[in-house]
């Protein structure tokens, strides 16, 4: 019933330009009265009172309407109402969003937020160091970013600009400010190709984790993908529980787990979650930003982050419209720093030298030449003020100083002035990336490693080329040095000689070996990329081949993709052997399987697996042959290539056969059980399919373990199609039995679904599935022609893909449509594209269907004879085909339209005893009809 007011408290809310009060029975924009109807203001009240709630339609229609009887059409007016009095978007919504056939949900953002949480009063009460100079609007910008945070609304944050701009500077002063909250910092590092995925952000889950005891059980119950990457803080054993747990999930999977993990941490406390130098990151990580900023929903979370403002642009980084779609939808703020100005310059000064600050000409000569970056006018400053310590001198000496006009000049500097010791250990550093631990430029310089770790405290308190670890609790590997800025590093590497950087790339590799050796926590791509800048390509081909698995298990077919397409090119470089060819087959492999899962079956896949395939005679044992044999018969097999599909999976029973190894064989039974069914040879795909399941449940293999496609599900879809031929609709999954049995609505419900999961999983090759099966429905439903065009885009889409498995079927799809749209020539056209590329591909499993259209499209034109001579085919090959379900469509379909014998009709009776499981379908009602119509004799 409807709620009455004494039961719930006024709504009272301030949300973008409006206010709703709903004690005083008012809404108002920009402080000026909206005219808005009762039952709308009542519907708008509701929905606001439980903001991030789904309300469903029943409930919203129970509080607003009570007891009247009023159908949905009511609420959908009442919302439409909504949108338009509030200028809001169904497709792209601010305040109402729908969710789909269940309700609605108030998701407006409150731009009056409550005071901030205790937690966060000690940070806004908070000093700034005295060093800090301007950026007083910036910082204000944060803090109040941080008080909506702190007050249940999520915030995320940009702080943007040139290097050396002061990015990072603001950010160690804003997080000082706060005192002891919880924060998370993570720092993106430039990488050779492709980086690891979520780098920053496991750095910082890693950091936090050492900091909050409680939070690795949370990272247990809520979001194991992530605990899987954190592998300290689980057993070997626990591990493998994960992966096989975790087998097949999409990296969807990993997003919602990280959403749902912030969500339930910032219950108990606000965080703040730091990740720098964006420019550099993962598109991982950028899908994650976009992910947490648009989840809805109270998050006591400010998630802020930099990145270097031309790059992001110049370089097309997928951060750059990621950065103008979050502004556009308010989701995100972005603070970009701008050059210190005249006044800042001085102020500057002035904490060095009071009389130099006090020279008009002297601050407004040194801002000129530096441009007011920051990071120029210390490095100047400090130039001129050891140079000339005496204060009456240093005016006269700024024309004098080299002030470059580039910071790289200003690098070349300070790298002259450093002693030959600092200068190769920094050399060092420089080699190992952003980011070095002291121990490894140790073994790299074979030096003792405190002396190394004291030199680098010595440049951390010169405040310009390195900052001090972060506390790294008690894990093993000692935290990380960084340089401070990371143009520093850049110019150090380049100014080295190509001989010395190969160098010092091959003892800066060989040092990561022996600490990863030791536990140290090393990642294999960026073991690759040393020891291929090393010169070094048999063991950087090894690393490159780890990492592009790590990938594929990560959940990263486009990083994997990356590294392989760089190993490729190694492998010129490397020494003709068994090595060599086991390396190549290794990378041609993983090449395949990331090439299938992002771009389709197309000409870099196959060619990829081929290149694999040949090598393989050679070395018949090879760790990857599994994964190998299966992706290449798939992809062919996928390509209509049936032949060769059949040549590799007898390749593969062999191999099985003789080293009994059941996931060759279970590769065998997918690619045989798969041609044989498409090519009309139903026992043979039918035993097939049997033993595959039998082999495929005991090993609970998925996809990212051996096989290019999840192989129980490969084969649980055959399957469907030979219960279906047979009769047994009752034991066939849900997609294929609906298409069959020509349940328009509920295919495109499943259609719905399907593109859930399609989107969820990011399978390339569903995109189009789901379109047919949309089209299909559609035409059924009165659009035929809308109907055509989505299936004949996604036939298209397939053919592009390099798909041609299964075409004639959809292209049978888009007759019927055009026939239903009474566009019979062209329906006769598209029949005979799709029974041309049934016969070119032998794919006889559709013929049945093909025949029965063709006949349908003959009596529509008036040519009854053709109709029934083309009905007759059809009997014919469903026979031939030993698929009853299919010879049934066909007896109904003469005995309805033609002149049928008795034996035909006789035949019909048996076949109907013959399917009990069909008993409730349209067809076999239709075929009693028909029989109980025929008088006796």
Not at 408 to 415: E, L, N, S, T
Not at 479 to 493: D, I, S
Not at 732 to 740: C, D, G, M, Q, S
Not at 795 to 810: F, K, Y
Request: with cysteine.
């Amino acid at each position: 019933m409807a709620r009455s007011p004494s039961l719930s408290a006024p709504v009272q809310v301030s949300f973008d330009d409006f206010e709703l009060d709903e004690s005083n029975a008012r809404l108002l924009r920009n402080g000026q009265a909206v005219t808005v109807a009762p039952t709308p203001f009542n519907l708008l009240c509701a929905l606001a009172r439980q903001p991030g709630t789904l309300l469903t339609k029943e409930v919203l229609l129970d509080t607003v309407w009570g007891h009247q009887f009023v159908s949905e059409s009511v609420l959908k007016t009442a919302i439409s109402d909504l949108r338009i009095m509030l200028g809001d978007n169904a497709r792209e919504p601010r305040f109402i969003q729908t969710v789909s056939r269940r309700g609605y949900r108030f998701i407006a953002v409150p731009t009056s937020a409550p005071a901030a949480a205790p937690l966060a009063a000690t940070a806004t009460g908070a000093r700034p160091t005295p060093s800090f100079i301007g950026r007083a609007d910036a910082n204000a910008r944060l803090q109040q970013a941080w008080d909506q945070a702190c007050s249940g609304q999520r915030a995320v944050v940009w702080v943007a600009g040139e290097p050396g701009i002061g990015k990072t500077t603001l950010i160690e002063h804003f997080v000082s400010g706060l005192g002891g909250i919880a924060c998370a910092r993570g720092q993106c590092v430039e990488h050779y190709g492709t980086g690891e995925p979520y780098l920053p952000v496991l750095e910082a889950l890693a950091e936090l984790c050492r900091s909050d005891r409680t939070l690795p059980e949370l990272l247990r119950s809520v979001a194991p993908t992530w605990l899987l990457q954190l592998s300290w803080l689980s057993t070997a054993d626990e591990r493998d529980a994960l992966r096989r747990e975790l087998a097949g999930v999409g990296p969807d999977r990993m997003l919602r787990e990280m959403g749902e993990l912030l969500d339930r941490y910032t219950e108990q406390r606000a965080l703040l979650l730091v990740t720098e130098d964006l420019h550099w990151s993962d598109r991982a990580t950028i899908q994650l930003i976009d992910y947490v900023a648009r989840r809805r929903g109270r998050a006591r979370l400010m998630w802020l982050s930099s990145f270097r403002l031309a790059e992001v642009i110049a370089l097309d980084h997928p951060l750059n419209p990621l950065r103008h779609e979050l502004r556009l939808q308010r989701l995100c703020q972005e603070v970009v720093l701008d050059p210190f100005s005249e006044t800042e310059v001085a102020n500057y000064i002035a904490q060095r030298s009071a009389s130099l600050a006090r020279d008009e000409a002297f601050v407004r000569g040194l801002h000129e030449r530096t441009d007011g970056v920051p990071l120029f006018v210390s490095s100047v400053v400090t130039e001129v003020m050891e140079r000339t310590p005496d204060d009456a001198a240093v005016e006269a000496r700024l024309a004098a100083v080299a002030v470059p006009e580039n910071l790289a000049a200003i690098i070349d500097h300070h790298i002259a002035r450093l002693g030959s010791e600092a200068r190769a250990l920094l050399s060092a550093a420089a080699v190992c990336g952003v980011e070095f631990r002291a121990e490894t430029v140790a073994l790299a310089l074979e030096r003792d490693v405190a002396a190394v770790a004291d030199a680098c405290e010595d440049l951390v308190r010169q405040q310009v080329w390195l900052t001090a670890p972060r506390a790294g609790g008690d894990e093993a590997a000692e935290p990380p040095y960084t340089f401070r800025h990371a143009l520093f590093r850049q110019v150090l590497y380049e100014r080295r000689a190509p001989s010395a950087r190969t160098h010092l790339h091959r003892k800066v590799g060989a040092a990561l070996e022996a600490e990863r050796s030791a536990g140290v926590p090393v990642a294999a791509a960026e073991l690759a990329m040393h020891f291929d800048r090393a010169r070094q390509p048999m063991t950087a081909l090894r690393y490159y081949a780890e990492a592009a698995q790590a990938a594929l298990l990560n959940f990263g077919p486009a990083a994997c993709l990356s590294l392989t397409e760089r190993a490729s090119a190694l492998l010129q470089q490397a020494p003709q052997g068994d090595e060599r060819n086991a390396l190549e087959i290794a990378v041609a492999t993983l090449h395949g399987v990331s090439a299938f899962q992002s771009l389709g079956v197309g000409r870099e896949a196959r060619d990829a697996f081929e290149r694999a395939y040949a090598l393989l005679q050679g070395t018949p044992a090879h760790a990857l042959r599994g994964r190998l044999l299966h992706g290449f018969g798939y992809v062919l097999s996928l390509r209509g290539e049936y032949a060769q599909a059949l040549v590799v999976a007898q390749r593969a029973e062999a191999l099985s056969s003789g080293s009994d190894d059941p996931a060759l064989m279970l590769a065998a039974c997918i690619v045989y059980g798969e041609v044989h069914q498409l090519q009309g040879r139903p026992q043979a795909a039918l035993a097939w399919i049997e033993r595959g399941l039998a082999i495929a449940e005991p090993l609970g293999l998925a996809a990212t373990e051996i096989f290019a496609a999840d192989p129980q599900v490969t084969l649980l879809g055959m399957l469907t199609i030979e219960l279906v031929h047979r009769g047994r609709v009752g034991q066939a999954p849900v997609h294929k039995l609906e298409v069959r049995l020509g349940n328009a609505e509920r295919v495109a419900a499943l259609a719905e679904e399907m593109q859930s999961l399609v989107d969820e999983f990011s399978l390339a090759q569903g995109q189009t599935a789901c379109r047919w099966f949309r089209g299909w429905a559609q035409a059924l439903n009165g659009a035929p022609l809308e109907g055509h065009r989505l299936i004949r885009e996604a036939c298209d889409q397939n053919t592009r893909l390099g798909m041609r498995s299964g075409a004639s079927e959809v292209l049978g799809y888009a007759a019927r449509a055009l026939l239903l749209a009474g566009q019979h020539e062209a329906a006769q056209a598209q029949l005979d594209e799709a029974l041309q590329i049934a016969h070119e591909l032998d794919e006889r499993v559709v013929l049945p269907q093909l025949w029965l259209l063709g006949a349908a499209i003959a009596r529509a034109q008036g040519r009854a004879g053709a109709g029934a001579a083309s009905v007759r085919r059809a009997i014919d090959e469903a026979r031939t085909q030993q698929a009853p379900w299919l010879e049934l469509l066909a007896l109904v379909d003469l005995c309805e339209h033609h002149d049928a014998a008795a034996a035909q009709r006789s035949a019909l009776a048996d076949l109907v005893d013959r399917l009990p499981e069909a008993g409730d379908t349209l067809p076999v009602r239709r075929a009693q009809a028909i029989l109980r119509a025929v008088k006796p004799a």
